[in-house]
């Protein structure tokens, strides 16, 4: 479960590293079926930096598990309340392979291009589990600008939550210094869906691992204009904090 603490510094930087919350077990599993897809559909040769792999959940049971045979759901609703979330669709596995000296230049959010029933692709909270170690910066990690999850929002309440369209990805707000998520194989990152994030350069041996699992509140699809402007709208227990 999640501390007061925790739902504090969530609220606040817009995620949470919690450590070692995925078994060793599960890991080795979800491991093994990611060295499934690589070897049914390899990188080319040449491939540096990040490659991806967007299987359905129920192709994938050992990724899925990481999320829902673990803590890491029920951890999940810590921050939108008891039996809110639903078990996601889709599976993302994020591979960052080296050398790639890249560095962001400033973060996104996802959901662009919209969806093909034009909304866009809003979600609750991303959840990832790390599968490989990445103790140091510039080994793969993702990178995070703390807190803009709020100026994201701020953003939308100005210029209205349509203005997703225009900014493609990018609004345009003032940043502060970003972060690179770091930790060990097993580790979960939760993280805001308005939270400006982005794929960063890897220049450690080994190749970078992460499963990403993008998960809504049930009823999201609708209410996403509301959500945008709203950054507590399906997250219950974190409003309460700040009230
Ligand atoms: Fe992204």
Redesign the pocket.
């Known amino acids: 479960m999640l501390g007061q603490e925790e739902l504090r510094t969530f609220a606040e930087q817009g995620f949470l590293v919690l450590p070692q919350v995925v078994s060793h077990e599960l890991v080795a599993r979800a491991a093994a079926a990611v060295d499934g897809s690589i070897a049914a559909e390899p990188p080319g040769s040449g491939v540096r930096g990040p490659y991806f792999y967007f299987p359905a959940s129920q192709q994938v049971p050992d990724l899925l598990s990481l999320l829902m045979d673990s803590p890491a759901f029920e951890l999940a609703e810590c921050l939108t309340g008891s039996n809110t979330l639903t078990p996601p669709e889709q599976v993302q596995i994020a591979l960052n392979i080296p050398p790639f000296s890249h560095r962001p230049g400033g973060p ?3 959901g662009f291009p919209p969806e093909p029933d034009g909304r866009p692709g809003t979600f609750t909270l991303l959840a990832g589990v790390l599968l490989s170690d990445q103790l140091d910066e510039d080994a793969g990690n993702l990178w995070a600008w703390p807190g803009t999850h709020l100026t994201h929002a701020e953003y939308f309440r100005r210029y209205g939550p349509d203005a997703f369209f225009k900014a493609a990805g990018y609004p345009h707000i003032s940043l502060p210094e970003p972060v690179q998520i770091r930790g060990r194989a097993g580790d979960l990152l939760l993280a805001h869906y308005l939270l400006g ?3 960063g350069g890897n220049t450690a041996k080994q190749t970078r691992r992460a499963i990403y699992f993008r998960v809504k509140r049930s009823g999201h699809n609708p209410r996403w204009r509301e959500f945008l402007q709203d950054p507590w709208l399906e997250y219950d227990p974190i409003r309460s904090l700040a009230t």
């Open positions: 996104h959010i996802d994030h982005n794929i």
